[in-house]
Protein backbone atom coordinates (compact mmCIF):
# COMPACT_ATOMS: atom_id res chain seq x y z
CA UNK A 1 0.00 0.00 0.00
CA UNK A 2 1.06 3.61 -1.09
CA UNK A 3 1.98 6.26 1.63
CA UNK A 4 -0.67 8.57 0.09
CA UNK A 5 -3.52 5.49 0.35
CA UNK A 6 -2.31 4.61 3.68
CA UNK A 7 -2.49 8.18 5.08
CA UNK A 8 -5.83 7.87 3.50
CA UNK A 9 -6.90 5.29 5.60
CA UNK A 10 -5.37 6.99 8.88
CA UNK A 11 -7.60 10.10 8.32
CA UNK A 12 -10.80 8.05 7.07
CA UNK A 13 -10.16 5.80 10.40
CA UNK A 14 -9.74 9.43 12.93
CA UNK A 15 -13.13 10.87 11.02
CA UNK A 16 -14.92 7.14 11.76
CA UNK A 17 -13.72 7.25 15.27
CA UNK A 18 -14.68 10.98 15.78
CA UNK A 19 -18.09 10.38 14.47
CA UNK A 20 -19.02 7.04 16.62
CA UNK A 21 -18.29 9.42 19.58
CA UNK A 22 -21.82 11.26 18.60
CA UNK A 23 -23.88 7.89 17.13
CA UNK A 24 -25.37 7.23 20.57
CA UNK A 25 -24.36 9.50 23.60
CA UNK A 26 -26.80 12.54 22.51
CA UNK A 27 -29.64 9.51 23.32
CA UNK A 28 -27.96 6.84 26.23
CA UNK A 29 -28.03 9.37 28.94
CA UNK A 30 -32.09 9.76 28.26
CA UNK A 31 -32.68 6.79 30.35
CA UNK A 32 -30.89 7.75 33.79
CA UNK A 33 -32.44 10.98 33.58
CA UNK A 34 -36.38 9.87 32.73
CA UNK A 35 -37.86 10.28 36.14
CA UNK A 36 -36.02 13.50 36.59
CA UNK A 37 -37.41 14.21 32.85
CA UNK A 38 -40.93 13.26 33.38
CA UNK A 39 -40.78 14.90 37.31
CA UNK A 40 -40.18 18.31 35.29
CA UNK A 41 -42.20 17.98 32.29
CA UNK A 42 -45.00 15.82 34.03
CA UNK A 43 -44.87 12.85 31.51
CA UNK A 44 -46.91 9.59 31.27
CA UNK A 45 -44.45 6.56 31.19
CA UNK A 46 -45.79 6.07 27.61
CA UNK A 47 -44.67 9.71 26.50
CA UNK A 48 -41.80 8.82 28.67
CA UNK A 49 -40.89 5.90 26.33
CA UNK A 50 -41.59 7.82 23.47
CA UNK A 51 -38.63 10.12 24.51
CA UNK A 52 -36.55 6.64 23.88
CA UNK A 53 -38.62 5.78 20.90
CA UNK A 54 -38.87 8.62 18.69
CA UNK A 55 -34.68 8.77 17.78
CA UNK A 56 -35.50 5.23 16.42
CA UNK A 57 -38.27 6.50 14.70
CA UNK A 58 -36.14 8.76 12.84
CA UNK A 59 -33.39 6.54 12.18
CA UNK A 60 -35.99 4.23 10.29
CA UNK A 61 -37.27 7.49 8.56
CA UNK A 62 -34.01 8.74 7.02
CA UNK A 63 -32.21 5.84 6.81
CA UNK A 64 -33.88 4.97 2.99
CA UNK A 65 -32.78 8.82 1.67
CA UNK A 66 -29.05 8.51 2.89
CA UNK A 67 -27.39 6.33 0.01
CA UNK A 68 -29.34 9.46 -2.28
CA UNK A 69 -28.54 11.93 -1.09
CA UNK A 70 -24.70 11.04 0.00
CA UNK A 71 -24.15 10.13 -3.82
CA UNK A 72 -25.64 13.83 -5.03
CA UNK A 73 -23.67 15.81 -2.18
CA UNK A 74 -20.99 13.41 -1.37
CA UNK A 75 -20.58 10.82 1.93
CA UNK A 76 -18.45 13.71 3.81
CA UNK A 77 -20.74 16.40 2.90
CA UNK A 78 -23.87 14.57 4.09
CA UNK A 79 -21.81 13.77 7.46
CA UNK A 80 -20.87 17.15 8.11
CA UNK A 81 -25.10 18.26 7.67
CA UNK A 82 -25.85 15.99 10.03
CA UNK A 83 -23.11 16.79 13.03
CA UNK A 84 -23.94 20.44 12.61
CA UNK A 85 -28.17 18.98 12.45
CA UNK A 86 -27.27 17.28 16.02
CA UNK A 87 -25.68 20.23 17.39
CA UNK A 88 -28.58 22.14 16.97
CA UNK A 89 -30.80 19.41 18.14
CA UNK A 90 -29.29 18.66 21.60
CA UNK A 91 -29.81 22.28 22.48
CA UNK A 92 -33.43 22.71 21.41
CA UNK A 93 -33.96 19.43 22.91
CA UNK A 94 -32.45 21.26 26.56
CA UNK A 95 -33.67 24.77 26.92
CA UNK A 96 -36.97 24.85 24.53
CA UNK A 97 -39.60 23.62 26.78
CA UNK A 98 -41.65 20.38 26.21
CA UNK A 99 -42.32 20.55 22.46
CA UNK A 100 -38.58 21.45 22.53
CA UNK A 101 -37.64 17.99 23.94
CA UNK A 102 -39.40 16.02 21.36
CA UNK A 103 -38.36 18.30 18.37
CA UNK A 104 -34.81 17.90 19.39
CA UNK A 105 -34.88 14.62 19.67
CA UNK A 106 -36.01 14.16 16.00
CA UNK A 107 -33.83 16.35 14.96
CA UNK A 108 -30.78 14.00 16.79
CA UNK A 109 -32.26 11.00 15.43
CA UNK A 110 -32.08 12.12 12.32
CA UNK A 111 -28.49 13.08 12.19
CA UNK A 112 -27.71 10.23 14.12
CA UNK A 113 -29.49 7.95 11.51
CA UNK A 114 -27.44 9.46 8.69
CA UNK A 115 -24.15 7.93 10.88
CA UNK A 116 -25.75 4.83 11.27
CA UNK A 117 -25.72 4.20 7.62
CA UNK A 118 -22.66 6.27 6.34
CA UNK A 119 -20.20 4.53 8.46
CA UNK A 120 -20.59 0.91 7.87
CA UNK A 121 -20.22 1.65 4.28
CA UNK A 122 -17.55 4.02 4.71
CA UNK A 123 -15.96 0.85 6.36
CA UNK A 124 -16.53 -1.09 3.63
CA UNK A 125 -15.08 1.14 1.06
CA UNK A 126 -12.05 1.84 2.72
CA UNK A 127 -11.43 -1.20 5.51
CA UNK A 128 -13.00 -3.92 3.49
CA UNK A 129 -9.93 -6.41 4.70
CA UNK A 130 -10.17 -5.51 7.87
CA UNK A 131 -14.47 -4.55 8.34
CA UNK A 132 -15.06 -7.13 11.41
CA UNK A 133 -12.12 -5.32 13.13
CA UNK A 134 -12.97 -1.61 11.80
CA UNK A 135 -16.94 -2.15 12.74
CA UNK A 136 -16.10 -3.67 16.24
CA UNK A 137 -13.98 -0.60 16.48
CA UNK A 138 -16.46 1.99 15.88
CA UNK A 139 -19.38 0.36 17.94
CA UNK A 140 -17.22 0.04 20.95
CA UNK A 141 -16.99 3.55 20.66
CA UNK A 142 -20.25 4.17 20.47
CA UNK A 143 -20.55 2.00 23.75
CA UNK A 144 -18.00 3.94 26.02
CA UNK A 145 -19.18 7.36 25.25
CA UNK A 146 -22.58 5.75 25.89
CA UNK A 147 -21.19 4.35 29.05
CA UNK A 148 -19.85 8.02 29.83
CA UNK A 149 -22.82 9.87 29.03
CA UNK A 150 -24.72 7.29 31.53
CA UNK A 151 -22.20 8.02 34.26
CA UNK A 152 -21.78 11.36 33.88
CA UNK A 153 -25.32 12.49 32.93
CA UNK A 154 -26.45 12.13 36.17
CA UNK A 155 -24.11 13.80 38.72
CA UNK A 156 -24.39 17.27 35.99
CA UNK A 157 -28.37 17.03 36.54
CA UNK A 158 -28.19 16.75 40.38
CA UNK A 159 -25.94 19.63 40.17
CA UNK A 160 -26.96 21.82 37.55
CA UNK A 161 -30.67 20.37 36.45
CA UNK A 162 -31.50 17.73 33.89
CA UNK A 163 -31.34 20.00 30.94
CA UNK A 164 -27.36 20.59 30.87
CA UNK A 165 -26.92 16.74 32.07
CA UNK A 166 -28.38 16.22 28.25
CA UNK A 167 -26.47 19.26 26.71
CA UNK A 168 -22.60 18.46 27.94
CA UNK A 169 -22.43 16.26 24.88
CA UNK A 170 -22.03 19.85 22.62
CA UNK A 171 -18.32 19.87 23.26
CA UNK A 172 -18.13 16.14 21.92
CA UNK A 173 -20.35 16.73 18.83
CA UNK A 174 -18.94 20.15 17.76
CA UNK A 175 -14.79 19.11 17.66
CA UNK A 176 -16.34 16.44 15.13
CA UNK A 177 -18.35 18.54 13.31
CA UNK A 178 -14.62 20.59 13.07
CA UNK A 179 -12.97 17.71 12.37
CA UNK A 180 -15.38 16.54 9.71
CA UNK A 181 -14.57 19.64 7.49
CA UNK A 182 -11.23 19.00 6.97
CA UNK A 183 -12.28 15.04 5.80
CA UNK A 184 -15.63 16.59 4.23
CA UNK A 185 -14.36 14.67 0.65
CA UNK A 186 -14.85 11.17 1.45
CA UNK A 187 -17.27 9.31 -1.10
CA UNK A 188 -19.03 5.69 -0.98
CA UNK A 189 -17.85 3.37 -4.02
CA UNK A 190 -19.63 0.99 -6.20
CA UNK A 191 -16.04 -0.24 -6.97
CA UNK A 192 -13.84 -1.12 -4.41
CA UNK A 193 -10.17 0.15 -5.82
CA UNK A 194 -8.33 0.07 -2.87
CA UNK A 195 -8.12 -3.78 -1.95
CA UNK A 196 -9.72 -6.43 -3.63
CA UNK A 197 -11.20 -8.81 -1.56
CA UNK A 198 -12.16 -12.98 -2.67
CA UNK A 199 -15.94 -13.35 -3.02
CA UNK A 200 -17.68 -16.20 -0.60
CA UNK A 201 -20.50 -18.50 -2.24
CA UNK A 202 -21.80 -15.91 -4.35
CA UNK A 203 -25.27 -16.69 -5.90
CA UNK A 204 -26.52 -15.13 -9.01
CA UNK A 205 -27.14 -11.54 -8.39
CA UNK A 206 -30.36 -10.19 -7.31
CA UNK A 207 -32.22 -7.25 -6.67
CA UNK A 208 -31.31 -6.47 -2.57
CA UNK A 209 -34.93 -5.71 -1.82
CA UNK A 210 -35.90 -8.64 -3.58
CA UNK A 211 -33.41 -11.32 -1.67
CA UNK A 212 -35.18 -12.79 1.22
CA UNK A 213 -31.47 -12.39 3.28
CA UNK A 214 -31.56 -8.64 3.20
CA UNK A 215 -35.17 -8.67 5.04
CA UNK A 216 -33.90 -11.33 7.73
CA UNK A 217 -30.64 -9.42 9.04
CA UNK A 218 -33.29 -6.23 8.77
CA UNK A 219 -35.34 -7.77 11.42
CA UNK A 220 -31.98 -9.67 12.83
CA UNK A 221 -31.08 -5.59 13.35
CA UNK A 222 -34.13 -4.53 14.38
CA UNK A 223 -34.60 -7.20 17.41
CA UNK A 224 -31.54 -6.73 18.94
CA UNK A 225 -32.21 -3.08 18.82
CA UNK A 226 -35.36 -3.09 20.27
CA UNK A 227 -33.82 -5.00 23.43
CA UNK A 228 -30.96 -2.59 23.85
CA UNK A 229 -33.42 0.17 23.73
CA UNK A 230 -35.90 -0.80 25.73
CA UNK A 231 -33.06 -1.28 28.70
CA UNK A 232 -31.73 2.12 27.54
CA UNK A 233 -35.47 3.28 28.26
CA UNK A 234 -36.46 1.18 31.58
CA UNK A 235 -33.69 -0.90 33.10
CA UNK A 236 -32.73 2.31 35.26
CA UNK A 237 -36.81 2.82 36.38
CA UNK A 238 -36.48 -1.00 37.02
CA UNK A 239 -33.82 -1.20 39.33
CA UNK A 240 -35.49 1.92 41.35
CA UNK A 241 -38.49 -0.41 41.53
CA UNK A 242 -36.68 -3.02 43.14
CA UNK A 243 -35.63 -0.62 45.91
CA UNK A 244 -32.56 1.53 44.29
CA UNK A 245 -32.21 5.54 44.23
CA UNK A 246 -31.82 7.15 41.37
CA UNK A 247 -27.93 7.69 41.80
CA UNK A 248 -27.47 3.78 42.25
CA UNK A 249 -29.57 2.86 39.35
CA UNK A 250 -28.22 4.85 37.09
CA UNK A 251 -24.76 3.63 37.76
CA UNK A 252 -26.05 -0.12 37.55
CA UNK A 253 -27.36 1.36 33.90
CA UNK A 254 -23.96 2.25 33.25
CA UNK A 255 -22.50 -0.79 34.11
CA UNK A 256 -24.99 -2.34 31.60
CA UNK A 257 -22.94 0.11 28.80
CA UNK A 258 -19.80 -0.50 29.82
CA UNK A 259 -20.31 -3.84 29.46
CA UNK A 260 -21.43 -3.34 26.14
CA UNK A 261 -18.31 -1.93 24.99
CA UNK A 262 -16.63 -4.98 26.07
CA UNK A 263 -18.91 -7.27 24.23
CA UNK A 264 -18.12 -4.85 20.81
CA UNK A 265 -14.34 -5.44 21.47
CA UNK A 266 -14.83 -9.24 21.84
CA UNK A 267 -16.61 -10.07 18.55
CA UNK A 268 -13.59 -10.18 16.08
CA UNK A 269 -11.98 -12.43 18.50
CA UNK A 270 -15.27 -14.61 19.28
CA UNK A 271 -15.71 -14.41 15.20
CA UNK A 272 -12.23 -15.65 15.00
CA UNK A 273 -12.59 -18.39 17.46
CA UNK A 274 -15.74 -19.99 15.49
CA UNK A 275 -15.72 -21.70 12.47
CA UNK A 276 -18.75 -20.20 10.94
CA UNK A 277 -21.01 -17.08 11.15
CA UNK A 278 -23.66 -18.77 12.30
CA UNK A 279 -21.94 -20.11 16.07
CA UNK A 280 -21.11 -16.64 16.71
CA UNK A 281 -24.68 -15.86 16.50
CA UNK A 282 -26.38 -18.57 17.57
CA UNK A 283 -23.94 -17.75 20.85
CA UNK A 284 -24.58 -14.08 21.22
CA UNK A 285 -28.75 -15.04 21.03
CA UNK A 286 -29.10 -17.95 23.62
CA UNK A 287 -26.80 -15.85 26.22
CA UNK A 288 -29.01 -12.78 26.06
CA UNK A 289 -31.79 -15.34 26.68
CA UNK A 290 -29.96 -16.34 29.92
CA UNK A 291 -29.34 -12.78 30.99
CA UNK A 292 -32.76 -11.60 30.71
CA UNK A 293 -34.06 -14.97 32.05
CA UNK A 294 -32.09 -14.65 35.25
CA UNK A 295 -33.59 -10.97 35.12
CA UNK A 296 -37.09 -12.11 35.30
CA UNK A 297 -37.20 -14.39 38.07
CA UNK A 298 -36.00 -11.68 40.46
CA UNK A 299 -33.10 -13.77 42.33
CA UNK A 300 -30.60 -11.79 44.78
CA UNK A 301 -28.99 -8.70 43.60
CA UNK A 302 -25.42 -10.15 43.02
CA UNK A 303 -27.40 -12.75 40.84
CA UNK A 304 -29.22 -10.60 38.92
CA UNK A 305 -26.52 -8.07 38.91
CA UNK A 306 -24.20 -10.74 36.82
CA UNK A 307 -27.12 -11.32 34.79
CA UNK A 308 -26.95 -7.48 34.11
CA UNK A 309 -23.54 -7.49 32.87
CA UNK A 310 -24.37 -10.65 30.73
CA UNK A 311 -27.11 -8.73 29.06
CA UNK A 312 -24.74 -5.74 28.27
CA UNK A 313 -22.00 -7.76 26.99
CA UNK A 314 -24.23 -8.98 24.46
CA UNK A 315 -26.01 -5.83 23.78
CA UNK A 316 -22.46 -5.00 22.81
CA UNK A 317 -21.64 -8.31 20.60
CA UNK A 318 -25.03 -8.11 19.14
CA UNK A 319 -24.93 -4.44 17.48
CA UNK A 320 -21.38 -5.39 16.69
CA UNK A 321 -22.10 -8.52 14.99
CA UNK A 322 -25.13 -6.61 13.04
CA UNK A 323 -23.26 -3.82 11.82
CA UNK A 324 -20.44 -5.85 10.56
CA UNK A 325 -23.54 -8.33 8.23
CA UNK A 326 -23.90 -4.58 5.80
CA UNK A 327 -20.20 -5.57 4.46
CA UNK A 328 -19.79 -9.00 5.05
CA UNK A 329 -22.67 -9.72 3.05
CA UNK A 330 -21.98 -7.20 0.03
CA UNK A 331 -19.55 -6.62 -2.67
CA UNK A 332 -18.77 -2.95 -2.12
CA UNK A 333 -19.32 0.09 -0.32
CA UNK A 334 -22.32 1.04 -2.24
CA UNK A 335 -24.07 -2.14 -1.90
CA UNK A 336 -23.08 -1.76 1.84
CA UNK A 337 -24.73 1.34 2.34
CA UNK A 338 -27.83 0.21 0.76
CA UNK A 339 -28.37 -2.92 2.75
CA UNK A 340 -27.71 -0.70 5.69
CA UNK A 341 -29.97 1.80 4.81
CA UNK A 342 -33.12 -0.86 4.30
CA UNK A 343 -31.72 -2.97 7.43
CA UNK A 344 -31.59 0.33 9.65
CA UNK A 345 -34.56 1.66 8.28
CA UNK A 346 -36.98 -1.65 8.80
CA UNK A 347 -35.07 -2.50 11.85
CA UNK A 348 -34.99 0.61 13.93
CA UNK A 349 -39.02 0.40 13.23
CA UNK A 350 -39.11 -2.64 14.80
CA UNK A 351 -36.78 -1.29 18.02
CA UNK A 352 -39.19 1.74 18.23
CA UNK A 353 -42.00 -0.89 19.35
CA UNK A 354 -39.81 -1.59 22.59
CA UNK A 355 -39.59 1.27 25.03
CA UNK A 356 -43.47 2.25 24.32
CA UNK A 357 -45.21 -1.14 24.36
CA UNK A 358 -43.03 -1.83 27.58
CA UNK A 359 -43.93 0.99 29.02
CA UNK A 360 -47.37 0.80 28.35
CA UNK A 361 -47.54 -3.16 29.78
CA UNK A 362 -45.88 -2.19 33.13
CA UNK A 363 -48.61 0.74 33.17
CA UNK A 364 -51.21 -1.56 32.98
CA UNK A 365 -49.48 -4.83 35.04
CA UNK A 366 -47.49 -2.58 37.73
CA UNK A 367 -44.82 -5.09 36.96
CA UNK A 368 -41.98 -5.75 35.01
CA UNK A 369 -42.11 -9.26 35.22
CA UNK A 370 -43.94 -9.83 31.57
CA UNK A 371 -41.98 -7.06 29.83
CA UNK A 372 -38.68 -8.70 30.63
CA UNK A 373 -40.05 -12.01 29.60
CA UNK A 374 -41.34 -10.60 26.22
CA UNK A 375 -37.50 -9.49 25.57
CA UNK A 376 -36.64 -12.91 26.75
CA UNK A 377 -38.79 -14.26 23.96
CA UNK A 378 -37.25 -12.02 21.41
CA UNK A 379 -33.81 -13.45 22.36
CA UNK A 380 -34.97 -16.70 21.74
CA UNK A 381 -36.07 -15.59 17.90
CA UNK A 382 -32.55 -14.07 17.57
CA UNK A 383 -31.19 -17.13 18.20
CA UNK A 384 -33.15 -19.07 15.68
CA UNK A 385 -32.63 -16.60 13.22
CA UNK A 386 -28.81 -17.33 13.70
CA UNK A 387 -28.75 -20.09 11.15
CA UNK A 388 -30.13 -17.60 7.98
CA UNK A 389 -28.07 -14.29 9.19
CA UNK A 390 -24.96 -16.32 9.62
CA UNK A 391 -24.47 -17.92 6.03
CA UNK A 392 -21.77 -16.82 3.51
CA UNK A 393 -24.32 -15.95 0.78
CA UNK A 394 -23.12 -12.66 -0.96
CA UNK A 395 -26.32 -10.11 -2.00
Not at 195 to 202: S, T
Not at 223 to 236: G, N, P, V
Amino acid sequence: MDVNRRNRRIAVGILIFMTACNLRIPITGVGSLISMISSSLGLSSGEAGAVTAIPLLAFAAVSPAVVLVSRRIGAGNLLLLSLVMMNIGILVRSFCGNTGLFAGTVVIGLAIGVGNVLLPAVIKTYFPDRIESMTSMFTVVMQVTSAAGVAVSVPVAEAAGWKWGLAFVIPMSAVAMVFCIKERRIQITSANQAIAVPEKNNKERTSLYRNPLSWWIAIYMGSQSLIFYSFIAWLSPIMQYRGFDDKAAGYILSAYVIMGFMGSAAVPFIMKRNRTQKSTAMQLGFAYFIGIAVMMSGSCFALTFGAILLCGFCSGTMISFAMALFGLHTRDGEDASRLSGLAQSVGYLIAAVGPVLLGQIYDVWGSWTLPLGILAAIALALTAMSRIVGSDEII
